[in-house]
C-alpha cells in the first residue's frame, strides 16, 4: 500500500472525511521529499485543483497533526514547516540555502539533567543542527 493510501486509510479509521481535495493534499505532502510549509502544499495543489482554498489546506494539515501522522516543525524560519518521515530523527538546516534534512541522532545523548526536577512528562523533543550545506560551505582552495 502506498503511502498516501496508508494515510487516507488512517483518516477513514477515524471518521474522518475523506475528499478529493484531502487526497490530494496528502499526495502533495507524500511528493515533498522534505518537509513543505503549508504554502508549498497549498501551491502544489493548486496546479490540479485551482479551487482549493487555504482553509481545506490548513484543516486537514491541523488534522493529520491531532492523528499523529504528521509532524509540524517549527525550525525557526518562520514558517512551520510538515514533516511525514517517522521515528525519531533531529534536523539539519542550512543557513545558506535553507535546506532541511533529517539525520539520525542519538536519542541517549539528548538527556534532561536529573538534577534539575522538572515534573514533566517529556512528549516531544525537537533537536535541530544549524551550519552549512556542502553546497554552500565556502570553497577551500
Ligand atoms: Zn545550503
Ligand atoms: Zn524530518
Avoid: W
Wanted: net charge negative; charged share 30%.
Amino acid at each position: 500500500m502506498s503511502s498516501v493510501d496508508r494515510l487516507c486509510e488512517q483518516l477513514k479509521a477515524q471518521g474522518r472525511r475523506l475528499t478529493p481535495q484531502r487526497r490530494a493534499i496528502i499526495q502533495a505532502l507524500c511528493d515533498y521529499d522534505s518537509h513543505p510549509t503549508a504554502e508549498q502544499i497549498f501551491a502544489r495543489v493548486r496546479q490540479d485543483m485551482p479551487d482549493m482554498s487555504h482553509a481545506t489546506v490548513y484543516n486537514t494539515l491541523r488534522e493529520l497533526v491531532e492523528m499523529n501522522v504528521l509532524r509540524e516543525l517549527d525550525l525557526g524560519l518562520g514558517e512551520r514547516h510538515y514533516d511525514l518521515h517517522e521515528g525519531d530523527h533531529a534536523h539539519l538546516i542550512c543557513l545558506g540555502c535553507g535546506r532541511i534534512e533529517d539525520v539520525p541522532y542519538d536519542k541517549e545523548a539528548v538527556k534532561l539533567s536529573s538534577r534539575h526536577p522538572h515534573g514533566f512528562r517529556i512528549v516531544d523533543c525537537n533537536v535541530i543542527f544549524r551550519g552549512y550545506c556542502p553546497d554552500c560551505m565556502p570553497q577551500e582552495k
